[in-house]
């Protein structure tokens, strides 16, 4: 059985938000799997992501 839902690590999220290079191909590689998967953020993932001074969790809301 296949699984149509891909959970994002918290490395691939923390390279968007701080635009490391090759985030660009990264972004739109998310997009087209967004097409045909659903993309989620697993509760310690965001947990870890909003350990970072600079996050907040509207970033990951909206």
Known sequence: MTSNVIC?????LSALFT????SDTLAAD??????THQLVIHAVVRAELLA?????????TN
């Open 8 to 12: 994002l690590d918290t490395n691939v």
């Open 30 to 35: 998310l997009f087209t799997r967004s097409q």
């Open 19 to 22: 635009s490391e290079a090759g």
């Open 52 to 60: 970072h001074p600079q996050m907040s969790p509207a970033l990951l």
